[in-house]
């Protein structure tokens, strides 16, 4: 039997501004470092740049119908600090400003409730070449005057705010979500350093909501995988342990708790890599409090114990960038703390990514245990290869057997008494993923564009647009 959700449960979806938008330089806004890591992402690898992504600044009318058919009651999305303040701080972009606000106008008018997102990977490009973006603290200053204009102007009609994506995927994959010159690239301390501005820039905000929007709610949103020892050998689980601590403890205790998780900081430290703090930075911290947190959840990972000594080194996630089974270039390793590896019990998506819906009831359990604060799920979804049939559809069973084992996990956990608020898989419409171009879709309408030709963008339904719509139809009783 289906888990009977409240009757206030946000079922939605998610996209963010440079993934979805596109006018990347239209009415005033300027680059932003993602508009300048996706073009040499179409340089070097053929992937679609992000200057018409799904082009959602032309079509959001259509878009915000289209989600209203099929029964959104939220509506996830990030605002592009490069179209609001195009040189990162100064002057405000009035028609870039405008675009939001007829957005919020739109969602709320079809009963849509705005989660909006603060930043999502795309710092204003001017930031970058001023003083090397996230790199310098001084980011976090013009952080505070962008995200007190957007807090103040949408206090009466924005109450769930998230502030940072995904810190921890940052620090994992932060040329691409960064903009990285090549100089600093073998600095690993520096991903820790950027870690610890956002850090700043997230307490910041949540201040902010507090201080500024009546009945206000704020958290981070954390990409989150729980990790599994890969056999049940002691030093295998210290392995999962270690990565827990390193992975996710590390995000999750200066969220919830104030500080940095000890084990993982004392390893940083011991490698030269843990972060520059000043003073008050950690009462900054502690201060920011969040009320609940927000969860990208794909795929869970796995880890085996790596001894020192045996000749490895420290190394970063690898990226499967072709969508050929098996191309991952490779997983994180810390010697004498943990390897990451591929977990031979589960099946895996075309680039990689394990399938595991278990893993979401896990991880909700596991949080819920240790935090004691409401969830949100803000992405969960498959990047699939869509096929687009003569006739205009997509029979994308697989997507829908993919959200409906993580729904079933979800209504699992809810059960078992942890408070979850939403559901809003990735992604309401097709858009640019961040490795992988437009041909890795995730969408419930169809985006009809390919990574050389834009086309018309023309939006079609796929078979899971009908599925979904059923979904919050019969809120969450028939999957
Ligand atoms: C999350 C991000 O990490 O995963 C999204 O918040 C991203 O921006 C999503 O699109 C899926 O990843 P990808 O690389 O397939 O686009």
């Known amino acids: 039997m289906s888990h009977l959700f409240p009757n206030d449960f946000l079922w939605g979806a998610s996209t963010s501004a440079y993934q979805v938008e596109g006018a990347a330089y239209e009415d005033g806004k300027k680059a932003s470092q993602q508009d300048i890591i996706n073009q040499e992402n179409y340089t070097t690898r053929g992937f679609a740049t ?28 990030s605002i592009a600090w490069s179209r609001v303040f195009p040189d990162g701080i100064g002057a405000v972009n009035e028609k870039g400003i405008q675009f939001y606000r007829n957005l919020i106008d739109e969602l709320l008018a079809n009963q849509i409730e705005p989660i909006v997102t603060l930043y ?28 007190r204009y957007i807090i103040n102007e949408f206090r009466d009609k924005v109450k769930y705010w998230t502030t940072i994506n995904e810190q921890s995927i940052i ?9 990285i010159p090549e100089e600093y690239r073998t600095n690993n301390q520096l991903r820790y350093q950027i ?98 947190l927000a969860l990208n959840y794909y795929y869970s990972d796995c880890a085996k114990s790596c001894p020192e000594g ?16 098996g191309d991952i270039s490779g ?87 942890v408070e979850v608020l939403a559901y809003c898989p990735w992604s309401a419409i097709d858009l640019l993923s961040t490795s992988n171009g437009v041909k890795k879709r995730y969408g419930f309408v169809y985006v009809d564009r390919t990574d050389d030709d834009p086309k018309e963008c023309r939006r079609l339904r796929k078979d899971s647009f009908y599925w979904y719509q059923n979904v919050i139809r019969t809120n969450g009783q028939q999957l």
């Not at 001017?126 to 962008?146: C, H, I, M, P, S």
């Not at 392995?239 to 000890?262: E, M, P, S, V």
């Not at 690898?318 to 050929?324: D, H």
Request: charged share 25%; with cysteine; hydrophobic share 35%.
């Open 50 to 77: 992000a200057e018409i992504a799904s082009d959602h600044y032309h079509h959001y009318k259509e878009d915000v119908a289209l989600m209203k058919e099929m029964g959104f009651k939220a509506y996830r999305f």
């Open 120 to 147: 999502h990977y795309d710092l204003p490009w001017a930031l970058v070449e001023k003083y090397g973006g996230w790199l310098n603290r001084q980011v976090v200053t013009d952080f505070e005057y962008y995200a």
């Open 171 to 179: 620090v994992q994959y932060w040329t691409a979500k960064c903009y």
């Open 195 to 292: 870690n610890h501005h956002m850090n700043l820039a997230h307490a910041i905000a949540c201040k902010l909501v507090h201080e500024l929007v009546p009945g206000g709610l704020v958290g981070a949103a954390l990409g989150y995988a729980p990790v599994y020892p890969l056999t049940s050998k002691a030093a295998d689980a210290m392995a999962a342990l270690n990565a827990h601590d390193l992975r996710n403890a590390y995000y999750l205790d200066i969220y919830f708790k104030g500080f940095y998780t000890k084990s993982a900081m004392r390893y940083l430290e011991k490698h030269g890599l843990a972060p520059e703090i000043q003073p008050g930075d950690m009462e900054l911290i502690k201060e920011g409090t969040s009320d609940f």
């Open 310 to 325: 045996d000749g490895k080194e420290i190394r970063y996630s690898g990226v499967n960038y072709s969508g050929k089974k």
């Open 331 to 417: 997983f994180e390793t810390h010697p004498g703390f943990y390897e990451m590896c591929k977990n031979p019990n589960l099946e895996t998506s075309d680039w990689d990514w394990s399938i595991d819906p278990t893993g979401l009831e896990y991880l909700l359990r596991d949080l819920y245990g240790r935090y004691n604060k409401p969830l949100m799920i803000t992405e969960n979804g498959l990047g699939a290869f869509d096929t687009l049939t003569e006739d205009g559809q997509v029979h994308d069973d697989y997507r829908i057997a993919y959200l409906k084992a993580h729904i079933e996990a979800m209504g699992k956990a809810m059960d078992a008494g």
